[in-house]
């Protein structure tokens, strides 16, 4: 009677066992019946062609052509003409006193610059003054000696000796004028301050001296002035890119501060030694300045090939300019159009643009792209 008890018991235990399995095992076939049919993917899918439910309402040109010449474009900086470069020598050492004219001024020639105390001109007022004591008294000796010689108290020789040490004084006299007047100073006022003046026009560009500062003979140069009415454009150029470039040939410099400003320059100069790192070469432009080029200025050279590339022109609002890239849409078959990347060139007169690169001419694009490209927009 006990065994059946247990028997019973065992069973009633296992019942929601049994249960849980069997609603596992259902729930697991249904899950399996309710799955999803497996992704099927569509091959050779473009994502750059487009449908459109009436393509008839975006109007279809075809691309003209054009001859252009092909360019480089570079960058560059403004850079003063050093044959234009004058250094501010003082030939006497000495300290300065005054300072006329700042970095930066624009100066005149003959303008004061500064002014400097110097030792050098007090010895040569004392060497000059020795100079003339000695020119007086040896004309005075050739004086008697011509009248003792007249009554034949001495003999020709002594005349002559007489005549050669006048002569002698004179020229030591007329040396030290010149050396005063080179250390820049008048031999007739004597000072020891000399004045230095700008030997050119143009603008200080440099500046090695301040208030008190010394100056040291034919190894200072207190100043350096420019002329900047034609001025440098030193650009980098490819390695690549050489062959586009000849002495000679005329390039457009845009200055970034006046990009509407377009200025004319000649290619003087090609750099014979590349830069190893960068692979570049310092190409030299000589430009006329305007009087609105200052050094350092950043600035753009273009430069146009002598031989003409043709080139496709459409209407600048079939250009979609889109992340940073030029594109334009095409026609394509079954109502759709496809977006082709190009590169954009020159805006030309009545709203047409050059294409470098993408479409030839005779293909056809749409007219207003920005338009095609807002309806995609919504219809996504």
């Known amino acids: ?24 095992g259902g729930a697991k076939a249904a899950a399996t019946s309710e799955a999803p049919p497996s992704t099927k993917v569509i091959r050779g899918f473009d994502v750059s062609v487009f449908s459109v439910e009436h393509p008839e309402q975006f109007p279809i040109v075809a691309a003209t052509q054009q001859s252009a010449a092909p360019e480089l474009v570079v960058t560059g900086t403004v850079s003063p ?17 005054e300072i006329h004219a700042r970095l930066g001024d624009t100066v005149k020639k003959g303008q ?17 003054r020795k100079a003339v004591a000695d020119e007086v008294l040896s004309h005075t000796q050739l ?15 002594d005349l002559q000796v007489a005549q050669d040490t006048d002569d002698k004084a004179k020229v030591d006299v007329e040396t030290m004028e010149e050396h005063i ?44 002035i420019s002329d900047l009415s034609r001025v440098w454009i030193i650009c980098d150029v490819y390695e690549n890119d050489l062959p586009n470039v000849h002495p000679g040939d005329i390039a457009e410099v845009r200055l970034n501060a006046y990009p509407d400003r377009v200025l004319k320059g000649t290619v003087d100069n090609i750099g014979a030694i590349l830069d190893p790192n960068i692979r570049t070469a310092k190409v030299r432009i000589e430009v006329d300045n305007p009087g609105i080029m200052r050094l350092g200025m950043f600035v753009t ?17 079939a250009i979609l300019h889109l992340h940073d890239r030029d594109w334009v849409y095409v026609p394509a078959p079954d109502k ?10 020159d805006q030309l007169a009545n709203n047409l643009q050059q294409i470098k690169s993408g479409i030839k001419p005779g293909e056809q694009v749409v007219a207003n792209a920005v338009v095609l490209e807002h309806c995609i927009a919504i219809n996504q």
């Not at 003409?81 to 006193?97: E, K, M, Q, Y």
């Not at 004086?143 to 020789?157: C, P, Q, V």
């Not at 759709?336 to 060139?345: I, K, L, N, T, Y």
Request: with cysteine; glycine share 8%; aromatic share 6%.
């Open 1 to 24: 009677m006990k065994r059946i008890a247990l028997t019973v018991g065992i069973l009633v235990a296992l019942v929601p066992t049994l249960l849980l399995l069997n609603g596992c």
């Open 81 to 97: 003409d050093v044959s234009r470069n004058v250094p501010v020598v003082s030939l006497a050492s000495g300290r300065v006193v």
């Open 112 to 128: 004061l610059l500064l002014t400097v105390r110097s030792d050098d001109i007090s010895g040569a007022f004392q060497n000059y």
């Open 143 to 157: 004086e008697r000696a011509k009248d003792l010689y007249t009554h034949g108290a001495i003999a020709l020789n």
């Open 181 to 224: 007047r080179l250390l820049g100073t008048d031999p007739a006022h004597p000072n020891g301050m000399v004045d230095i003046y700008a030997p050119v026009s143009g603008v200080i560009t440099d500046q090695q001296v301040t208030a008190a500062a010394s100056v040291q003979s034919f190894s200072t140069n207190p100043f350096t």
């Open 301 to 317: 050279a273009t430069f146009r090939g002598l031989t003409k590339d043709v080139r496709s022109v459409v209407p600048a609002s």
């Open 336 to 345: 759709c159009f496809r977006r082709v990347e190009v590169a954009g060139g």
